[in-house]
């Protein structure tokens, strides 16, 4: 008997960061600054893929570092975005927030950097988070993950030091 997934039922993706930053040119950045290029880059991918996707962030400080952090990619690789409330009418292709209520309009992909799941987080397809490779990080890791359970989303990780996303 397999046990497939309900096309309706929200699924998430903890990708597990590799020790010592994996990709050698990052190797200086701290665990979280680590997530949050690899949440860039993803959201980069997604946008590719012509999927729209909401970046939730713990704050405002985290919103606006994210939101640096994609203005700094290669002109070839500009990911439109912008913050919640701001930009072109129903939000650009990458929308990025921190509050309770989440993005203006229905989008595939979440990707998580808060410390918490969003309620709003069963409202999306494709859910991305991560556990940052530091001890305190692991921890509000573990409890997200035990919430996505709880809400009834169905879990999978990918340990990035065997499996190394392709970017």
Known sequence: MSSSVSSSQSQALFYLMPQGAGQVPHQSKS??????LVACQLAERAFSAQELVYIHCQDQQQAYAIDELLWQFEPQSFVPH????????????????????????????LV?????VPQFAVNFEQIIDFVANDDSNKAIARDRYRQYRSLGIALTTQDLAAQPINF
């Open 31 to 36: 665990a979280l600054e680590q997530v949050y």
């Open 82 to 109: 912008n913050l919640k409330g701001e930009g072109p009418l129903g939000g650009a292709p990458v929308e990025i927030g921190f509050d309770r209520l989440g993005a203006n309009k229905k989008r595939h992909l």
């Open 112 to 116: 998580n950097l808060a410390d918490q």
